[in-house]
């Protein structure tokens, strides 16, 4: 009897230990998965949503408009120069890039929003083939996992099968079922190599989290700042800074990424 009740005792302390990291764990992949929706796959959508297309628009004009009368003295400068005479500002250095800029300058929104449809794009199939590729449509395991993952549980819900949880609230039938027969020592280790496991899980969600808020405010001001980025490197002071054409594409592939 006294050996019943440790185990009994174990097996309701195990599962309140699993049930609770398990529900946080959840909840964090639940926060990851919405965001990856939103703030990933349907980005536009959002941002129309949140009514930031118009603002995002508006202020890259803005900057549009500085960038094209910048282009303009640049060609004033450059027809002075060779009025002049002056070779070193002359048509044959600086005319052609500074048509290409122009060109470009124009068209900045679009290409950036381009580049980070593309990096969405990707970032979902990576997503997708983790949730649900080891997910399998027969009996068993797998049917548990798409049942899971289809119940709003995200890929947290996959995590949970897989380690034999099947869900948060039916950690007493594992744990009685197998406790009984493998004795407390069983009990122990499961519930902390489980509920570790949740944990450090839940970190990784909550973590991931951040970064995609913080990489969704950053491509919002990449957007922004296309035009005025591509209309610096006519400027020699601050081409090659970190406020140049160059390290605003870095950062934009970096974001992305």
Same mark, same amino acid.
């Given at each position: 009897?006294?050996?019943?009740?440790?185990?009994?005792?174990g097996?309701?302390?195990? %599962?309140a230990?699993? +049930?609770?990291?398990? +529900?946080?764990?959840?909840?964090?992949? +639940?926060?990851?998965s919405?965001?990856?929706?939103?703030?990933?796959?349907?980005?536009?959508?959002?941002?129309? +949503?949140?009514n930031?297309?118009?603002?995002?628009?508006?202020?890259w004009?803005?900057?549009? @408009?500085?960038?094209?009368?910048?282009?303009?003295?640049?060609?004033?400068?450059?027809a002075?120069?060779?009025?002049?005479?002056?070779?070193?500002?002359?048509?044959?250095?600086?005319?052609?890039?500074?048509?290409?800029? !122009?060109?470009?300058? %124009? &068209?900045?929104?679009?290409?950036?929003?381009?580049?980070? @449809?593309?990096?969405?794009?990707? !970032?979902?199939?990576?997503?997708?083939?983790?949730s649900?590729?080891?997910?399998?449509?027969?009996? #068993?395991?797998? =049917? =548990? !996992?798409? @049942? =899971?993952?289809?119940?709003?549980?995200?890929?947290?819900? $996959?995590? $949970?099968?897989?380690?034999?949880? #099947?869900?948060?609230?039916?950690n007493?039938?594992?744990?009685?079922?197998?406790?009984?027969?493998?004795?407390?020592?069983?009990?122990?280790?499961?519930?902390?190599?489980?509920?570790?496991?949740? $944990?450090?899980?839940?970190?990784?969600?909550?973590?991931?989290?951040?970064?995609?808020?913080?990489?969704? &405010?950053?491509?919002?001001?990449?957007?922004?700042?296309?035009?005025? =980025?591509?209309?610096?490197?006519?400027?020699?002071?601050?081409?090659?800074?970190?406020?140049?054409?160059?390290?605003?594409? @870095?950062?934009?592939?970096?974001?992305?990424?």
């Amino acid at each position: 009897l006294g050996k019943a009740a440790g185990w009994t005792f174990g097996v309701t302390i195990g %599962n309140a230990i699993v +049930t609770l990291t398990g +529900t946080l764990m959840v909840s964090a992949s +639940t926060i990851f998965s919405f965001l990856i929706e939103r703030v990933i796959v349907d980005f536009g959508t959002t941002l129309k +949503t949140l009514n930031m297309t118009q603002g995002i628009d508006t202020v890259w004009t803005a900057f549009r @408009d500085f960038g094209n009368i910048l282009i303009i003295g640049m060609f004033t400068f450059i027809a002075i120069g060779t009025i002049l005479g002056i070779e070193q500002y002359g048509a044959k250095k600086i005319l052609a890039r500074v048509l290409i800029i !122009a060109i470009f300058l %124009n &068209f900045s929104l679009l290409f950036t929003k381009l580049a980070i @449809d593309a990096s969405n794009f990707v !970032a979902h199939q990576f997503y997708k083939a983790a949730s649900l590729s080891s997910v399998e449509t027969g009996a #068993g395991t797998g =049917a =548990a !996992a798409a @049942d =899971a993952v289809e119940k709003g549980g995200g890929i947290g819900a $996959l995590f $949970l099968v897989k380690s034999g949880v #099947g869900s948060v609230y039916s950690n007493v039938g594992i744990l009685a079922g197998a406790g009984w027969s493998q004795g407390l020592g069983f009990i122990l280790i499961y519930t902390f190599t489980i509920s570790g496991f949740f $944990l450090i899980l839940t970190g990784i969600f909550l973590y991931g989290s951040l970064l995609i808020i913080s990489r969704a &405010f950053m491509l919002v001001i990449l957007m922004i700042t296309s035009a005025a =980025a591509l209309a610096s490197s006519l400027v020699p002071a601050i081409s090659s800074g970190k406020f140049s054409w160059k390290a605003w594409l @870095d950062t934009l592939l970096k974001t992305s990424l």
